[in-house]
Structures are given as C-alpha cells and as structure tokens.
C-alpha cells in the first residue's frame, strides 16, 4: 500500500473555498498538499486502510449521480471479492465532494485543470496496487468490475475496456460516435501502431499503479485516453480487452460534451489524433521516405550518364532532377523517423539499433566519402563551365548529369553526417544544475 501523509498537512481552521460542508462532515479528515496547495485530501470516518484495489474517477458536478455511483463501486468491490478504496478527483462547485464522502469515498480536490491532469495529480494519493478509472456519471456499471481485477490479478498490466465487445444501451452514444468517430479513430490507431484494440474511447479501464507511474502521463486533457493506450503499446505491457455495459445518462444529466457545446466533440477528437499522430511519429516519416528514396534513386542513378529514352518516352535530366529531389526528401523523412525513435522508444531496443547501424566512426567515413565524390564531380561540372566560356554543356550530356548526381551525393552526405550527430548527441546528458545566482 501506499501512502503520502508525509507530503500532507493538515488543513486545520483554513477550510478551502466550497470544501466547507464536506469539511464538516463526522470523521472527515482533510489535507492539504504541501508541493501544491490548491490540492485537498478529503478522508471520510470509514476510509479503508489497506486497500488493493483503487477506484479512480475525475467528478465535475456530479450531484445527480455520484452518490449511486458510489454505492456500485462499493457493491462491485464486495462481488470481486477484494478490499478497496474509492478515489474521487473533484473539481466541482457543487454538492459532489460531500455527496461522495457520506458515501465513504476519499475525495481528492484539485483545480479543474482538465481531465488528463486530474489522473496525473491523483496519482500519489493512489493506494492500491490495481486502479480501475471510469466516469462518475453512471454510464460504466461498476458493478461489474470483477472481471478487471481479475484480470490483474492474472498479470495483465493494462486491461482495456470495451463496449464493443460488451454491450451499449440504446441512445447511450450519438450514432456519430458510435457508427464513425470512435470505429473510426480506434482504426487509426490500430494501424499506427500495430495494436488489436476494438475500443480506445472506452472510459472503464484497469491498470497496475506500477503501470501508471511508469507510464508517466502528461495529457492535460481528454488525450490522456489515447495516450495511455499507445504507451500500453510502446512499453509492451500485458494487455487484455474486458466487455463492459455502456448506459445512457440518466434523466437530468448533461454530458461534459453537451455541456461544453456542439463543438466540443470534434475538439476531443482532434486532441486524440493530434496524440496519435505525435507519439507515432514514425509511422509517417519512416516506410514513406524509404519508399521516396527508393523512388528517386530509380528515377536518378539510371540517368547519371544521360538520357534514356524508351519507346516514344525520354527521361532527360529534369527527370533526374526529380529522383534527386524525391532522394533528399525521402532520407529526411527516414532520418527525422530515426530522431522520432530516439524521443519515442520506451525500452531501448530501437534506440540501440539506430546506433549500431549508424555507428559514429562508420558512418563518419561513408558520408564524408559521399561527400567528396559529389563534390569532385561537381568540381568537374564547374571546369567544364569555365572551359566553355561559361556556358553549360548541352542537358542531354554526360558531364551535366554526372553534376546533379554530384550534387546528390553531396546532399545526402551532409544530411548523413548531420543525423549521425544527432543521433549519438542524443546520449550526452548532464549531472544537476548549479545554482549560478
């Protein structure tokens, strides 16, 4: 279990603003953080002391339901079998922090500063060594929450909700979400990153606490979803999918899109695909500059000594011209790809083997090599120049084309020496900063 009362003091007679009536409740303890003020640790009379498991869930003026939700974690908690704390990270104005400790939940008040910040701030108050997350609205029957644990307990390290493979009550999604946008974006991500998930917007999900920290989450916002989900990805943890039951909201309640506008759904999805794209990276700069690269090297190495026409077509020097391009585009593709492996690789491995093969001494000699080549043939294009009284030779010639081969070369020389650099720049680090005041 673990506890942070060492970072805690308590709040004693300076009650924070709106915390009041929950402050006053019998056997409520309150705490305030000492590396951040603006954060209060409710604890109620009935706190559990040694729990396993850990629900976590961010509320923003849940009143209408937070004291049902409360009720169906504790009825989930005792039908798993498993001793349990319930974490609500609050940032309402209304009843929900006082509502949620009668019903014997801790309550974690912080400033609304977003719902992946919310997860990120409640993670040092987590006490048990599995967390399940969801929504406090009552829409993820936590009732049901059995088949996580288990699953935990079995050594999965992510288990990922699904409301496909379980089941979504009539009207409980807008049939945009549920027949494009999430099938749609879960697609996306499946194909970035080589995953199998059927469900990446599910908001009922498990992981170890270990997990978590490891992860190292940094999404402020509803990203915080996908951003778990691909780092469950990259760090290669033991994953599972569990069926969930997905209601609609209950009678009174607006959802946190509908509250915030008609708008607010796109921008969530924007946000989530702008983390996808981000974390994978590569998937858009690695096979399509090799891909470039290999077409321009198609289109330029044949005509390094001039023309070749085939049938009725003539590919001149502007078609050389072209490969060249298409060479220098592609390997800076690959290249940048290769700079995404070094910020994005969790264990290592990708990061090892771009250094092996572009080992500093190696690859130093061949890009200097390429270098001098390209820059001795140019040489020769700028003689033949000046020999002609500054006049170029004819396109279709030899020397013309062995000159944008040259310039080729050059090209992909330097950009070689520079990624060289790069890449093994990325090792160099520094010991703590001195205070120079």
């Known amino acids: 279990m673990v506890e942070v009362l060492d970072s805690l003091t308590p709040v004693g007679t300076n009650v924070p603003a709106g915390l009041e009536a929950a402050c006053a409740l019998p056997g409520v303890t309150a705490f305030t953080a000492l590396d951040d003020p603006e ?22 003026n849940e009143q209408i339901t937070v004291e049902e939700f409360v ?41 609304r500063r977003g719902l992946g910040r919310a997860y990120i701030d409640a993670v040092p108050y987590v006490r048990g060594q599995y967390i399940v997350m969801g929504d406090a609205d009552c829409t993820y029957d936590f009732r049901k929450l059995a088949p996580f644990v288990e699953a935990m307990r079995d050594g999965t390290e992510y288990a990922m909700g699904s409301r496909w493979k379980g089941s979504i009550e009539k009207g409980a999604m807008p049939p945009l979400h549920q027949y494009f946008g999430t099938p749609f974006t879960t697609w996306i991500l499946n194909r970035l990153y080589g995953s199998h998930f059927s469900d990446i917007h599910c908001g009922m999900r498990g992981i170890t606490r270990d997990a978590l920290v490891r992860m190292g989450l940094v999404s402020q916002s509803w990203e915080y979803a996908s951003e778990m989900v691909l780092k469950s990805v990259r760090m290669e943890l033991r994953t599972t999918e569990v069926p969930v039951t997905f209601l609609k909201d209950q009678e009174g309640r607006l959802s946190h899109h509908k509250r915030s506008g008609w708008f607010s759904p796109f921008a969530a999805a924007w946000i989530n695909l702008r983390a996808m794209f981000i974390h994978g990276a590569e998937f858009f700069l690695i096979k399509p500059g090799i891909a470039l690269m290999l077409l321009g090297l198609l289109l330029s190495l044949p005509l390094s000594f001039g023309d070749i ?43 090892g ?6 080992e500093y001494t190696r690859m130093m000699v061949i890009s200097g090599i390429l270098f001098a080549v390209g820059l001795v043939l140019d040489i020769v294009l700028l003689v033949t120049f000046i020999s002609q009284d500054y006049t170029l030779p004819d396109p279709s010639a030899t020397i013309p084309h062995l000159g944008v081969l040259g310039l080729m070369l050059m090209m992909v020389g330097f950009s070689t020496f520079c990624f060289t650099l790069l890449l093994h720049a990325t090792r160099v680090s520094y010991g703590p900063a001195l205070d120079r005041d």
């Open 39 to 60: 954060i209060t640790l409710l604890v109620p009379a009935d706190d559990e002391t040694d729990p396993e498991v850990t629900i976590l869930v961010p509320a923003v």
């Open 71 to 111: 009720a169906w974690c504790h009825e989930g908690l005792r039908d798993a079998g498993v001793r349990g704390e319930i974490l609500i990270v609050d940032s309402s104005d209304d009843a929900t922090p006082q509502l949620a400790l009668q019903g014997g939940a801790r309550v974690l008040h912080t400033p």
């Open 309 to 351: 026409t085939i049938g009725k077509v003539t590919f001149s020097l502007l078609t050389q011209l072209v490969g060249v391009a298409l060479v220098v585009i592609g390997l800076q593709s690959l290249y940048f790809g290769g700079l995404a492996h070094m910020f994005l690789d969790y264990g290592g491995r990708l990061r």
């Open 353 to 358: 083997r771009w250094r092996r093969v572009f």
